[in-house]
């Protein structure tokens, strides 16, 4: 069965009315009066968004990005009732492994676009061919190119429709994945209550909590200070959390209004959640940030902020088995939002196979360190083809 084939095809192509407006909203922007310093303490500095919103003006060229995305095959594939955008590229050789990857906010499948070919077809690039995957890049309900649902999703939801996806839409037996922010979460559930097919997973975060139950070790002096390190920086850096898991709908009246609003809300984010200069600009160029910022002004911005309703559920005892018996990998960066989880923490959920500490990085390994990315996908589904 030919997956790239299954469900409608699409071509992204925005009406030339919607850029018309966004051109007009982007000439009429209000820039605030600097109260603070004109770091990133306070938030994104003026002078960052004043070049972005220049650059979005006058040089960024969606046309070209649109011309990148619709190279590869898109299609919009019903599975329960939601409609489903999903990217994929079929993989060079004659068994190459389906591995789906998903992503969380703010970032959006763009953030792989550049190393779809690498993973689909190492041949063409200095790789060995029986590393080949076939990519699948699913947006979450209401992410990148997928219509909004009537309704708030949760995460384990999610999960069992990608894995509807892959063994009953596409028809596969035998896949991969990997999983980033929500993405992560994603992945966490399918392994753990939708376990048939999936040969392992990759995670870039821990992906949900242990329960600890009466009976299991007490938490190591490494788990210790993991926890306090990580509610240190929940303290400073967890409002966004707050506002978009019980007001997202009067947060999103700005950003769908504004583009200045919501590229400044989205640039600190990619800014903060990253390794980068304390002054500088966020790991990526200007173009990549519009564009995945586009793709939310495109889009709508309400959908992406629902799934922060169902952060407090992390905390509590979910149904289903507590552990996980699929083999886990985990890419872990040093300039994270949080912090890297020690390997103990982790094997209290998960059959931890690999657990990788990445010398930089951080939330967005797609853009800051795509090449050990793509070396840590080969070596960990290695053994599992």
Request: proline share 10%; charged share 20%; net charge negative.
């Given at each position: 069965?030919?997956?790239?084939?299954?469900?409608?095809e699409?071509?992204?192509?925005v009406p030339?009315?919607?850029?018309?407006?966004?051109?007009?909203?982007?000439?009429?922007?209000?820039?605030?009066?600097?109260q603070a310093?004109p770091?990133?303490?306070?938030?994104?500095?003026?002078s960052?968004?004043?070049?972005?919103?220049q650059?979005?003006?006058?040089?960024?060229?969606?046309?070209?990005?649109?011309?990148?995305?619709?190279?590869?095959?898109?299609?919009?594939?019903?599975?329960?009732g939601?409609?489903i955008?999903?990217l994929?590229?079929?993989?060079?050789?004659?068994?190459?492994?389906?591995l789906?990857?998903?992503?969380?906010?703010?970032g959006?499948?763009?953030?792989?676009?550049?190393?779809?070919?690498v993973?689909a077809h190492?041949?063409?690039?200095g790789?060995?061919?029986?590393?080949?995957?076939?990519v699948i890049?699913?947006?979450l309900?209401?992410?990148g190119?997928?219509?909004a649902p009537?309704?708030?999703i949760?995460?384990?939801?999610?999960?069992?429709?990608?894995a509807?996806?892959?063994?009953?839409?596409?028809?596969?037996?035998?896949?991969?994945?990997?999983?980033?922010?929500?993405?992560s979460?994603?992945?966490?559930?399918?392994?753990?209550?939708?376990?048939?097919?999936l040969?392992?997973?990759?995670?870039?975060?821990?992906?949900?909590?242990?329960?600890?139950a009466?009976?299991?070790?007490?938490?190591?002096?490494?788990?210790?200070?993991?926890?306090?390190?990580?509610?240190?920086?929940?303290?400073?850096?967890?409002?966004?959390?707050?506002?978009?898991?019980t007001?997202?709908q009067?947060?999103?009246?700005?950003?769908?209004?504004?583009?200045?609003?919501?590229?400044?809300?989205?640039?600190?984010?990619?800014?903060?959640?990253?390794?980068?200069d304390?002054?500088?600009?966020?790991?990526l160029s200007?173009d990549e940030?519009?564009?995945?910022i586009?793709?939310?002004?495109?889009?709508?911005?309400?959908?992406?902020?629902w799934?922060?309703?169902?952060?407090?559920d992390?905390?509590?005892p979910q149904?289903?088995?507590?552990?996980?018996?699929?083999?886990?990998?985990?890419?872990?960066?040093?300039?994270?939002?949080?912090?890297?989880?020690?390997r103990?923490?982790?094997?209290?959920?998960?059959?931890v196979q690999?657990?990788?500490?990445?010398?930089?990085?951080g939330?967005?390994?797609?853009y800051?360190?795509?090449?050990?990315?793509?070396?840590?996908?080969?070596?960990?589904?290695?053994?599992?083809?």
């Amino acid at each position: 069965m030919n997956i790239a084939e299954i469900g409608r095809e699409t071509r992204l192509n925005v009406p030339a009315e919607v850029l018309q407006d966004l051109q007009v909203r982007l000439a009429a922007t209000r820039l605030p009066q600097q109260q603070a310093g004109p770091d990133w303490a306070t938030g994104t500095p003026i002078s960052f968004v004043n070049r972005l919103v220049q650059r979005w003006r006058s040089g960024f060229d969606w046309r070209a990005w649109e011309e990148r995305i619709n190279r590869f095959n898109n299609r919009l594939v019903e599975v329960d009732g939601v409609t489903i955008h999903v990217l994929v590229e079929p993989g060079s050789g004659p068994n190459p492994l389906p591995l789906v990857l998903t992503n969380g906010w703010p970032g959006s499948f763009l953030e792989f676009l550049d190393i779809i070919d690498v993973l689909a077809h190492p041949e063409r690039h200095g790789g060995d061919l029986a590393d080949a995957f076939t990519v699948i890049l699913p947006s979450l309900p209401g992410y990148g190119l997928s219509p909004a649902p009537s309704g708030p999703i949760a995460p384990a939801r999610v999960a069992e429709l990608w894995a509807k996806l892959l063994r009953e839409t596409f028809g596969q037996a035998h896949f991969g994945a990997y999983g980033a922010d929500w993405g992560s979460l994603v992945t966490a559930e399918w392994a753990r209550n939708h376990p048939e097919g999936l040969a392992g997973f990759v995670l870039t975060t821990p992906g949900g909590m242990p329960y600890l139950a009466e009976g299991e070790p007490p938490l190591c002096e490494a788990e210790l200070a993991w926890l306090e390190a990580a509610k240190a920086v929940t303290a400073r850096e967890a409002a966004y959390q707050a506002l978009q898991g019980t007001k997202p709908q009067s947060l999103a009246y700005g950003h769908t209004d504004s583009p200045a609003a919501l590229a400044a809300w989205i640039g600190e984010k990619f800014h903060g959640w990253s390794q980068p200069d304390e002054n500088g600009d966020p790991p990526l160029s200007l173009d990549e940030l519009i564009a995945n910022i586009m793709l939310y002004w495109v889009n709508g911005s309400i959908a992406p902020m629902w799934l922060y309703t169902f952060l407090g559920d992390l905390a509590k005892p979910q149904p289903g088995p507590r552990r996980s018996a699929v083999p886990a990998g985990f890419f872990l960066s040093p300039g994270d939002l949080v912090p890297p989880a020690p390997r103990e923490w982790m094997a209290r959920t998960y059959n931890v196979q690999r657990y990788t500490l990445a010398a930089s990085g951080g939330h967005f390994p797609g853009y800051d360190n795509a090449g050990q990315l793509v070396s840590e996908l080969r070596e960990f589904f290695r053994p599992l083809r």
